[in-house]
C-alpha cells in the first residue's frame, strides 16, 4: 500500500488555485481509477483507498489547511501502520517554472508552508516528494499561489496534471529513484519522459534539449505513444498479434 499526499487548501476560494495543485493531482488519480467522488473524511482529511490496475494507493487530501497538513500525515500514517517510506507527498511549487516537475526523496520544506508542517510533526525531511512548478510569482508570491490558472495555462495544466499523475503511478510502482530519472527532465514541450541513467534525484538531472512542436498525436519515431494511464511503448507489429 502507497500513500500519496496531495497538500491543499479546503473551501470553495481555493478550488483550483495553484497552491492547490497538489489536490489537483490527486483528483486527477481519482478520475483515473474511478474514485471520483468517493473520498470518506477520515483523520482529519479526505481519503479515497482501493486498488487502481496494479497500484494499491491511498489518496489523502488533508483538510487542515496548508499550514497544518502535518497534523493529517501523522494520523494516516498511524492509521495505517505505514512507514515514511510508502509515503509521497504532492506539491506546488513557484520556485519551478510552469510544466516542470521535480521528485525528490527527501529535502527541506523550501518555504512551503505545508512540508514545514510535516517536517515539524514527524521531526524528520526524511520523506519523498513531488513538486509540480507553477510559475515565477515576481514579487506577490502569496497573491500568485492563491491565484488561478488563466485561461492561457489551462491547456498546459491539464498535460501538467497527466504528467504529474503518471509521475506518482511510476514512484508507486517503481520506486523515487527511477520515477525521478523520467520525471525530473520532462518539459511541457517534450512529447515524451527522458530516462536518465544512474541520475541523482537529489541533485536534479540534466537539462534536456526542447521544441515547441506540439507531440503527435501517434506513436513517435521511437513507438512510444500516450495513453489514458501513461507513456507506452508499442510492440512491433510482428509481436502485437501473439498471444
Known amino acids: 500500500m502507497k500513500i ?3 497538500l491543499g487548501n479546503p473551501g470553495r476560494q481555493y478550488e483550483e488555485t ?7 493531482v490527486l483528483d486527477r488519480i481519482a478520475d483515473r481509477a474511478g474514485w471520483s467522488g468517493k473520498a470518506k473524511a477520515r483523520d482529519a482529511a479526505a481519503v479515497a483507498r482501493g486498488r487502481h490496475g496494479d497500484l494499491d494507493l491511498v489518496l489523502v487530501k488533508p483538510t487542515t489547511y496548508m499550514n497544518l497538513s502535518g497534523l493529517a500525515v501523522r494520523k494516516v500514517l498511524a492509521r495505517e501502520r505505514a512507514p515514511l517510506g510508502d509515503m509521497l507527498v504532492v506539491v ?11 521528485l525528490r526523496e527527501e529535502g527541506s520544506a523550501g518555504g512551503h508552508n505545508g512540508l514545514r508542517s ?6 524528520t525531511q ?16 502569496k497573491d500568485h499561489v492563491l491565484s488561478r490558472f488563466s485561461p492561457s495555462e489551462r491547456a498546459d495544466l491539464e498535460r ?3 504528467a504529474a499523475a503518471d509521475a506518482v503511478e511510476d514512484w508507486a510502482r517503481e520506486g523515487t529513484s527511477r520515477a525521478a530519472n523520467r520525471w525530473n527532465p520532462w518539459r511541457l514541450e517534450v512529447a515524451t519522459p527522458v530516462v536518465v541513467a544512474d541520475a541523482d534525484p537529489a541533485v536534479g538531472t540534466a537539462d534536456v534539449p526542447t521544441t515547441n512542436a506540439e507531440p503527435p498525436p501517434g506513436p ?3 513507438g512510444i505513444v500516450r495513453t489514458r494511464t501513461g507513456w507506452r511503448k508499442l510492440l512491433p507489429p510482428g509481436l502485437r498479434d501473439r498471444p
Do not use: C, T, Y
Open 220 to 222: 513517435d519515431k521511437d
Open 160 to 162: 501538467v496534471l497527466d
Open 118 to 123: 510535516i517536517i515539524g510533526e514527524m521531526s
Open 92 to 102: 506546488d511549487d513557484f520556485a519551478l517554472p510552469m510544466g516542470r516537475l521535480r
Open 126 to 141: 526524511g520523506f519523498a516528494r513531488l513538486r509540480v512548478g507553477i510559475g515565477d510569482p515576481g514579487q506577490a508570491a
Open 18 to 24: 495553484r497552491h492547490n495543485v497538489g489536490w489537483m
Open 4 to 6: 500519496v499526499v496531495g
